[in-house]
């Protein structure tokens, strides 16, 4: 679903397309932009996380029998990065999510800036954070506690992406996902009232 609303939001097919994920976590965006004929770059610092993408990329290879694109996995921070690992100025779209918010805001615009140095000219940038009205998110918190994440009004979230140097930046809320329940357009419906679970940030470069 949330493949879905960001290719709808961005107009664009990932098919041949080069895509960097910086602080991947699982991945598992990335995985599927690959499955649809991507050329992927995923980044994280913890060896952990790296291992874990690998695995569900066998596992979406095994299901998944158009899964013809490449993923490169690189363990590193975002500030290591070298331009041997990770080309600058190459990238068609560049993305993460969960990553900012755990950041103060001065260091959050500065990853901003990183994917804006690997994105290509007239690439995409798409940051997603945490939609605190989120109820699955609310229900989790409920029961194992919040962490020290910083709240992203939609202005906020607009003000960090603007250290990008680029006023083209569009901010939406991703459609409510019902974990583990067959989508139905009720998750669209719910997004637009605020509940989805990410407030995502596209910043069109010039």
């Not at 699982?26 to 993408?53: H, N, Q």
């Not at 979406?60 to 041997?84: C, H, Q, W």
């Not at 962490?147 to 083209?168: H, P, Q």
Request: some cysteine.
């Amino acid at each position: 679903i949330l493949l879905e609303d960001i290719i709808n939001e961005i107009g664009l097919e990932v098919e041949n397309k080069k895509i960097l994920e910086i602080g991947a976590g699982s991945g598992l965006l990335s995985l599927l932009m690959a499955a649809k004929g991507a050329e992927v770059y995923v980044v994280d610092i913890l060896p952990e996380a790296i291992k874990y993408m690998q695995i569900l990329e066998k596992k979406l290879r095994d299901v998944l029998p158009a899964f013809y694109g490449s993923v490169n996995y690189i363990i590193n921070g975002f500030n290591e990065m070298t331009k041997e690992e990770v080309p600058y100025n190459y990238f068609d779209i560049v993305h993460n999510a969960g990553v900012i918010e755990e950041y103060d805001l001065n260091t959050a615009g500065n990853i901003i800036l990183q994917m804006k140095n690997c994105a290509r000219r007239g690439g995409i940038i798409i940051v997603g954070v945490p939609n605190f009205f989120n109820p699955y998110l609310i229900k989790i918190w409920l029961k194992h506690g919040k962490g020290n994440e910083i709240f992203y009004t939609k202005s906020r979230l607009k003000k960090v992406l603007l250290k990008s140097g680029n006023a083209d930046i569009k901010i939406f809320i991703s459609s409510y996902i019902f974990p583990f329940k067959k989508y139905t357009k009720l998750e669209h419906i719910l997004g637009r009232w605020g509940l989805g679970f990410l407030k995502i940030g596209i910043i069109k470069l010039s």
